[in-house]
């Protein structure tokens, strides 16, 4: 019997609470400047480092050893779906990221600005990024674009600006299938290729992007730079059963930043609002909403973004800030708390690594290990859990929080 | 290649001998009123620490994180058989726990007598228990039962009384599928449901469990309150390879419950009898049988009775008792002995739980942890075999005892 299927059906509704806590790119690597210490060992958080002594540690993968998951790999793990299962497109991820309400049916597609120069044989594309224009005029082209084509045979197309060169199209049909091949050349001084139905079901796709092309060249064609569009990504919404369903909870999601809430919605966790950006404005969401839900998702991005900055002390600044906030939570009494990440961000690495990720999980029911220790990457590899897959975080959680019954007889 | 198929190429014939000890539910939780000490760290068991001394130590999952097992699926794991793929029914299981001889084409079903009341409408259940009978009552009941109805349609029928308002019946005939619903409304005022095949293989099992409900109807219609019946997990023995077939030895199995007995000998496992139903007598049993088998499957059942009923000090107890004996084992020479549990059943809990067993391998190959340690949660937390599926126990237990050959060249 898969995972999945087990856990459906062992899951059964409780009185009880558990709260996820996902500290983004929270592994960490030693600096040798840094007094060879990771961010976590640097930190001063007597609140963590108490907690840890009454908790199991260990360290979790969220792919396979060796593996640096991007943040939905790493999160469809943390919320209990096979990260190697369900993928998550590009175009799909780029919708989330700016927060656009993606519908099941939806084909999302990253899409560049490029510059084109017109040759006897055709146009080739001469800058794949069209020179990284301003973000402003991204936003302008694409609101002349959207004004322009509301629709393709029928079809509604929704363009929106991500960031410099990069947008957004999506479009909205039953009838589309997403097996499009990729548009861009990745080489300047060849042709754009068409985009080309994969299956037989995206043949209409692959006609309504390349009408949609041919529009947008005709209206940009005086545009110096970004006068063509590189399409990536053609993707839709992995169907999965969804969260509330498949753990029998009230599952509300608590994360600022648009790519997360748009993670947690797509698995159906309610968006709870959060009044600001910072750690203790989420932590205000927490206790407004902590009646009306079972299962908390609770995301904090500062730890990733620091990390990716190569910002250590930054990194170190922003766990300590944790740390000040979570009485708060243990305040409130979860029955099963997990506080882990989605994946390392080591800050002297400056982006996602494969390091498993340091996780506690605390509840009545754990074995902590006697031997004085805090919440750090070291201290996790000697931990009571042991080394597991991201994957099992729900396992465990539900289990501490009497929500498993008994597998078999 | 799947690893049951891989272990029967692997295992080969050696005059070697493998002793697996199950201390059932041996995972225990700290408990702070006891000093914050687990039951095995508790009890005083200076063999087993001086065994652990010289083994290899780890913790093990009966089948993943977070699950709890029900019995069949720890000792399935045990066994080398996948729980996950290998599952046993409760009509199979219930059968087993009194001992029943089940045959493969056996279809059996876990029964509980109940109250029903005739209506208008027709019958409704008024009591699922039937105001939980005496078990004399219902051994009573069920040797009445059987006199009348020992075949139905020329399938032979077996009435067997359990405990209280529970017992087993069995249908035996080729023709049997055991896909069929239960007939448990699972609420009062309700109607008992029919038997329903769900397969078309299972039609004339449907048909005569129906016919074997009027006749009990009929024969228990001036009952007060054993009227009624209904019928619960239809199911029938898994098919496996059975254990001295794929493993290459003679299997022999110490144990004084009906239950493991039943699953020792589901597996194809010799069942050794026992003189008396102390740890003691199995030891005996042991020795006595030494030179006839390979391979030892030898059962403690009070640390998980004592775990199960919420005696933390009775479970140390049994503990030391299984301690005080272990000499005897080692006395015997096992070229490789493992002493693990089929699931953690802390006393602080009081049923099983999802921990992973703590578990040792001895032999002249192991790899022992250098620090001093004895044989408790933490110390197989921190041992050198990781943290592992309680699936490799036979892996393990073969390789030590140099029964299986090199894979591949």
């Keep these: 019997m898969e995972l999945e299927k ?7 509704p409780a009185a009880t609470k558990m709260v996820l806590v996902v500290l983004d790119g929270i592994g960490g690597l030693p600096v040798p400047e840094c007094g060879g210490k990771t961010e976590l060992e640097a930190a001063h958080t007597p609140n963590l480092d108490a907690l840890a002594q009454r908790s199991e540690l ?6 396979l050893p060796g593996i640096t998951p991007g943040s939905s790999a790493g999160h469809l793990a943390l919320f209990g779906y096979d990260p190697l299962k369900y993928i998550i497109g590009r175009g799909v991820l780029e919708a989330l990221g700016i927060g656009f309400p993606l519908e099941p049916q939806d084909v999302a597609v990253r899409a560049n600005f490029a510059t084109v120069r017109h040759t006897p044989e055709g146009i080739v594309v001469t800058d794949r990024r069209a020179g990284r224009p301003a973000t402003e005029h991204t936003a302008k082209i694409c609101a002349l674009l959207q004004e322009n084509i509301p629709e393709i045979e029928g079809v509604p197309v929704f363009i929106r600006p991500v960031k410099e060169h990069r947008f957004v199209v999506v479009f909205r049909s039953p009838e589309l299938g997403e097996q499009v091949a990729d548009t861009d050349p990745q080489a300047v001084g060849a042709p754009p290729l068409p ?8 043949a209409k796709t692959a006609a309504v992007a390349a009408k949609f092309l041919e529009r947008l060249a005709a209206l940009l064609k005086d545009e110096p730079a970004t006068n063509y569009a590189l399409l990536r990504g053609f993707s839709r919404r992995p169907q999965l059963t969804l969260f509330p369903e498949r753990f029998k909870v009230r599952a509300g999601a608590i994360a600022v930043y648009p790519m997360y809430r748009g993670l947690a919605s797509l698995t159906g966790m309610e968006l709870l609002p959060v009044a600001g950006e910072t750690i203790a404005a989420e932590m205000a969401s927490l206790k407004e909403n902590w009646d009306g839900y079972d299962f908390f998702f609770l995301h904090v991005k500062g730890t990733d973004s620091r ?16 740390d000040r906030l979570l009485p708060e939570i243990l305040a409130l009494g979860p029955d099963a708390l ?31 290990r006697r031997e004085t220790q805090g919440f750090s990457e070291a201290a996790c590899a000697a931990g009571t859990l042991g080394h597991f897959p991201l994957l099992y975080t729900m396992n465990l959680l539900l289990a501490h929080a009497g929500r498993l019954t008994k597998f078999s007889a």
């Design 307 to 322: 990390g990716e900055d190569g910002n250590w002390e930054g990194k170190v600044k922003v766990i300590e800030e944790f």
């Design 195 to 202: 985009p080309r139905a994969l299956t037989p079901e995206a």
């Design 338 to 368: 997990v506080i882990t990440g989605d994946h390392s961000t080591p800050a002297v690495y400056r982006g996602h690594s494969w390091h498993p990720v340091p996780f506690l999980v605390h509840s009545r029911w754990v074995r902590p």
């Design 6 to 12: 087990l856990l459906g059906e062992l899951a059964r």
């Design 58 to 63: 260990g360290l979790a993968h969220p792919v």
